[in-house]
């Protein structure tokens, strides 16, 4: 939150030109004033938003992917997670998400909060959603998409968190809403999911 004591800290646009336009990333320079009247450039990333989910199975075990992530060049785990389409609610993202990669749907789902994954470069943000009320149906990948669907328990993907083999900061913050969840600390307000929905 931005309140009047904060005045000395904001940096200004002065000026902005566009550096990529692509499919997936928007990029831009921009000229800016500085709280001490200086000027400075920002490199940045404009990014339409995503959603990731948390999804809870009645045994107690939480649904995870493994995905090969070409920047790291290397096997990801992460919860499932999607970008937002132009004008898409993020429950009906995360709904989408949740069907098309992992063939799930819900009968309950919660909006616990946000994160911003890359803040110093990056306008995205990424809301984290809670499912419970499992049920398994046949995914529907997106053409070009290669995932495995995996499960483990909190503890286990915890001990993964702390290992270092889970690294993904949406996941690390999804493992921290899932253990103050879990402990009573933070508390969750749950909807039930259309009784027509497909997760599409």
């Not at 898409?88 to 993202?93: A, G, N, P, Q, V």
Request: net charge negative; aromatic share 10%.
């Amino acid at each position: 939150m931005t309140t009047n004591d904060d005045q000395h800290l904001i940096e200004h646009k002065t000026g902005s030109e566009e550096l990529l336009r692509g499919r997936f990333l928007h990029a831009f320079r921009d000229t800016v004033r500085l709280p001490d009247g200086s000027s400075a450039t920002r490199e940045f990333i404009k990014h339409p938003g995503a959603v990731m989910v948390v999804p809870m199975l009645d045994d107690g075990r939480v649904v995870l992917e493994r995905q090969y992530r070409y920047p790291l060049q290397q096997v990801m785990i992460e919860f499932p997670a999607g970008k937002l389409d132009a004008g898409e609610d993020t429950w009906d993202c995360a709904r989408r998400e949740l069907f098309e990669e992992t063939g799930y749907t819900a009968r309950e789902w919660s909006r616990a909060g946000v994160l911003h994954p890359v803040l110093a470069y990056s306008d995205e943000f990424i809301e984290i959603w809670f499912a419970r009320g499992l049920s398994l149906g046949e995914r529907q990948l997106d053409a070009g998409e290669f995932l495995d669907v995996i499960s483990a328990t909190p503890d286990e993907l915890l001990a993964w968190c702390r290992d270092g083999r889970v690294t993904d900061s949406k996941t690390l913050s999804g493992m921290l809403w899932l253990q103050n969840f879990l402990s009573g600390a933070w508390a969750l307000e749950w909807r039930t999911a259309p009784v027509d929905d497909a997760g599409r």
